[in-house]
């Protein structure tokens, strides 16, 4: 199972690089509309609509995606709309427990979930997709490693009983190590941050660490309800293609905001 996992994750980290610094910017909105379309589809599964429904969903969200895409002006409102999603709305289900709602307003959260993340790496400069995404791998995996080493108090066990404060703090840690070195090395974003401006920007990559184990949590409380441990089956060792950006969802949209506030896009 490991080793199917490793080779998995390498195949899709090499094509999504390739990708990202290969194809011009119409090419590469068209591939992230057709994940979001992907993930929209295993959405729709999820809250217990039929497949040729499911299916219509995808297409229709990989659409709106791909031509919100070309109209770049409008991704700073619906990022901002999709942020106070995950710093209100999120938090309040999460707390108080996911429960059965009606096939059409599971598939409108999803639209909000997905369409804006997808929009967020659609706009971003190649190297600052790649900057964010990685961030939220360090913080995932670090979160990880700490949890598995280290956890004990467990963060939200009936939704996803494996999650411990001890994972979060080691996540938001490789976050910031991150974030530093990122500002450091990176020209354009070390010539922005200086004094006391490293106090927003470090709070705002600890905000996208939090916003990212949301994501994450929202994912797996969406699996629970449905009696489901993955997403899906599309990605051998993975699951599904929500298993893979729930993170992402949550974090890129406000992240694309992060760096229009500090002027890097």
Known sequence: MFLTRALTAAVLLAAFIAALFWLDRVQFALVVSCVVGLGACEWARLVNAGRALAAAYGAICAGICFWLAQTIWL??????????????AAPYWLARGFRPAPIGAG?????????????AMAVLAPGQTLMVMGLIWISDTAAYLAGRAFGRRKLAPSISPGKTWEGVAGGAIGCMIYAIIWALFEPDLRARVQGVVWIPFLAGALLLCALGVAGDLFESGLKRQAGAKDSGKLLPGHGGVLDRIDSATATLPPALLLMQAIGTT
Not at 75 to 88: E, K, Q, R, Y
Not at 107 to 119: Q, R, S, T, W
């Open 75 to 88: 991704a700073p409102w619906i990022c901002a709309a999709a942020g106070v999603f995950w710093l209100t």
């Open 107 to 119: 598939m409108a959260v999803g639209a909000i979930v997905l369409i804006p993340a997808g929009l």
